[in-house]
């Protein structure tokens, strides 16, 4: 570890955070929080119109502008239907592996405030009772999730105040091992917010600046592709704080940040994603350099959309990506150093 920082403020954050929920669109609980957060490190938080948290700090040279994004949103689900018999049935917001969420705890959070927990499931739920329940495909047209409430009919659940649209959230259940391992639904992305946010209170106990103006952005629809397609005008780089993958073709581990030299789409720009490695290597900073399949971030849509501006990406590598994720305490904070060297120019 490079910077004298507490490793255990990043994780506990993370806790913090994570049980916050916040699926594809859904602000209304987070922000409240990153706001009390930010209030605690001594910062002001703005929004765009699309609800888009943002810390904005004063550089040590402020004629050039870069912006770090870690989302806030995480994969989910939202109400498609009720069925008769009172069982919902969902569409996915995001990537989600159905097969990830059997037998899971969900939320249904409805539009007027009122929260109702349920059970995800297929519709042939018990092996005692179909001969399909093991061979039934795990997807949109059999999960259903059986809502915690004395219900019978659609009318009932109706009557609870839930309707088509609402928002659902996965129960993320985190754990820290004595080992250093850290188990939990959406590592990707708030364990980058709260790498993020750890760099922030570093810099603030330290007195000190970013090299340039900085600003960290903090927005809810990476999952579905929209999330950095709005840059604040001004921002010339723009560096994604996400996870890493772990896989045959790739490098990276748990215990070091990696470096995404191109995505699903297109590479990243070449000339900040040097600058990145130099910095990894000349800060004997536990890194890999790799590439990721069916993976993009907020600063690749910022790219899609035709922003004028450097995109670049890294982050904790994970095992079991958008399902029950696994990284380890080791490579928040590779992560965090690379994040602190980059921002203050070392």
Known sequence: MKYNYDP????????????????VGYFREMNPLIEE????????????????????LDGCDNSKTVMVGAHLDTIGLIVRRIDN????????????????????????????GRCYSGLVTVSSHSVHVFDDARTMSRDEENIMIIIDEDVHCKEDVVALGIRHGDPISISPR????????????????????????NMIKYLKENNLKPKYKTIISFPYAEEVGLGGTYVPEGVSDFIAVDIGLIGPDLD????????????????YNYA?????????????????????????????????????????????????SHGMERTHIEGLNATLDLLLAYILGE
Do not use: W
């Open 252 to 267: 990276g581990n748990e215990k070091s940040v990696s470096i995404c030299a191109k995505d699903n789409t297109a590479p």
């Open 37 to 56: 957060i930010a209030s605690s490190l001594g910062c002001d938080v703005t929004y765009d119109n699309k609800y888009t948290a943002y810390i904005t």
């Open 174 to 197: 985190f754990q820290i091992t004595d080992k250093g391992y850290i188990k939990s639904r959406f590592i990707d992305d708030k364990a980058a917010v709260a790498v993020c946010l």
């Open 272 to 320: 900040l994603t040097s600058e990145l490695i130099e910095i990894a290597e000349r800060n004997n900073i536990n890194h890999s350099v790799d590439i990721f399949y069916r993976y993009g971030t907020d600063a690749n849509a910022s790219q899609r959309a035709g922003n004028n501006l450097r995109a670049a990406a890294f982050g904790m590598a994970v095992y079991c």
């Open 85 to 112: 018999n009172g069982m919902i049935r969902v569409r996915q917001l995001g990537g989600i592996n159905f097969s990830s969420i059997e037998g899971e705890t969900v939320h249904i959070h409805t539009r007027d």
């Open 8 to 23: 255990m403020y990043t994780v506990s954050l993370f806790e913090k955070i994570v049980n916050v929920p916040s699926p």
